[in-house]
Nanobody, 127 residues
Framework: QVQLVESGGGLVEPGGSLRVSCVVS????????MGWFRQAPGKEREFVSA????????RYADSVQGRFIVSRDNTRNTAYLQMNNLKPEDTARYYC????????????????????WGQGTQVTVSA
């Protein structure tokens, strides 16, 4: 069974930064393509970023491009989402997810392509 545990959320002022982490266990992390999603109250869960298991291919949603940075450390079974210049509209619960659809290094944008999810970590941007 694959388990994902996020941490690092919190309350931050507009313009501030946070880094959320996702530790994965139960499967070879260095063969798992990963994604980050977020869900605000009353809204659907939306794509934020994704990184292939090689780390060579990365994509971002337009809303976070240039402000967020996704990375992974395969030696620590951990993925990171560095969030800079945060805005109130970034307020949401952030989830990491892994896809087991393929062992090829790939990027997936749809929630349906991800197999396992973490419990999420709350990020609140407010003055």
């Amino acid at each position: 069974q694959v388990q994902l545990v996020e941490s690092g959320g919190g309350l931050v002022e507009p313009g501030g930064s946070l880094r959320v982490s996702c530790v994965v266990s139960g499967r070879a992390f260095n063969r798992l393509n990963m994604g980050w999603f977020r869900q605000a109250p009353g809204k659907e869960r939306e794509f934020v970023s994704a990184i292939s298991w090689t780390g060579d291919t990365i994509r971002y949603a337009d809303s976070v491009q240039g402000r967020f940075i996704v990375s992974r450390d395969n030696t620590r079974n951990t993925a990171y989402l560095q969030m800079n210049n945060l805005k109130p509209e970034d307020t949401a619960r952030y989830y990491c997810a892994v896809s087991t659809r393929t062992e090829l290094p790939r990027i997936f944008f749809s929630r349906d392509d991800y197999t396992y999810w973490g419990q999420g970590t709350q990020v609140t941007v407010s003055a």
